[in-house]
C-alpha cells in the first residue's frame, strides 16, 4: 500500500512538473491560470460603492423626530444616493407616511 501512494505522488509530481515547464517553455497557461481580480465590484470592500454606502451610514444619522407635515419652502435633494427635504437648515427623510427628521454630519 504504500508503494502504491509512494508512485502516485512521484507519478503525480512528474506530471505536475512537466505541465509547469511546458507551460513556462511555451507559454502555454492550462495548468495556473491568469488572476482575474475585479476590483471595483459593489461588494468588495475598497470599491466605489462600497466607500459610497459606508459614507452614507456614517454621514447620515436618524433622529427619534417624526413630523407629519413638512414646513413650507422645502427643496428636494438628494445626497450620497438618498433622497431628502431640505427646509433652511433640517433635513426630513419620508417614512411611511411620516417624516423623520435627520442629522448630517
Request: proline share 4%; glycine share 8%; with cysteine.
Amino acid at each position: 500500500m504504500k508503494r502504491f501512494i509512494l508512485r502516485t505522488l512521484v507519478l503525480g509530481s512528474c506530471v505536475m512538473a512537466t505541465a509547469l515547464v511546458l507551460g513556462t517553455v511555451l507559454d502555454i497557461r492550462f495548468v495556473i491560470p491568469d488572476a482575474d481580480a475585479r476590483v471595483g465590484r459593489p461588494l468588495t470592500p475598497v470599491s466605489v460603492a462600497g466607500v459610497a454606502r459606508r459614507t452614507t451610514r456614517r454621514r447620515i444619522r436618524y433622529t427619534a423626530v417624526y413630523v407629519a407635515t413638512l414646513p413650507r419652502g422645502c427643496t428636494t435633494i438628494i445626497m450620497d444616493g438618498v433622497t431628502m427635504q431640505q427646509c433652511g437648515t433640517t433635513y426630513y427623510q419620508s417614512h411611511g407616511s411620516q417624516w423623520v427628521v435627520v442629522t448630517v454630519n
